[in-house]
């Protein structure tokens, strides 16, 4: 489902298989018990990368694990239990106290976008994958932690408004030029080994991990308030 590797400082998140890595409860507990290890063992000096095999880095909420409650009742009971089970997963993105970043080698819908959004810094491949939010196409609503993300995480509200009232299907060239991408690399290898490159950069400046992740809850206030993050204040003089 995914896995954990510790090189040094960095800490290397993999959503394993060729599948869609869909989140269902299972695959969400899972993700999150191994942030919390990442959290738990956090030093100066740390950064995550987040990575998935295959074709899709996640194709969001398993929702043929909603329909499979057998009515639409049940299926929308579902849906808020994988948007509720979700959230914790963002908010723990959030406070994490290092740089985290996003290698995304393959497609990234719905609320495998959202996660990847999470993430300070996003890197894309140019020649597959897209970032894709198709709930308006698919007649569904995003729980208000999503609004706020893509509200506060996406600066320009035409690239909100083409990605979650059109459903635009972006592509790393766009995505980089547009703002949502740090950087968009022609395959795999590029991505991963920028991703690595980013990561050592960043984990080198040995920042406070704590007052890191304070000032990152602080700059997206709206979205630490909806996700019961509280924003503290540290005063540490390093000479």
Known sequence: MCTLEKRGNLFI??????????FNPDLISSLLKLLSQVKAQATCGSALIT???????SYGFDLDWAQA??????????LQQMADLFKPVIAT???????????ITGHAVAAGFTLALSHDYLIMRKDRGILWMPEVDIALTLPDYI?????????????RRDLLLRGLKMKGDEAEKRGVVKAAYDGEAEVREASVCLAENLGKRKWHGEVYAEIRKGL???LSAILGLSHKVYAIARL
Not at 69 to 78: I, L, N, P
Not at 147 to 159: H, P, Q, R, T
């Open 93 to 103: 993105l959030l406070s994490l106290p290092m740089p985290t970043i996003a290698a």
């Open 51 to 57: 990575q998935a095999q295959g074709k899709f880095f």
């Open 147 to 159: 609004n706020a993300l893509f509200k506060e995480m996406i600066g320009d509200a035409s690239v």
């Open 220 to 222: 997206y206030l709206q």
């Open 13 to 22: 998140l993999t959503l394993t298989g060729e599948d869609r890595h869909l």
């Open 69 to 78: 409650a057998g009515s639409e009742q049940g299926a929308v009971k579902r």
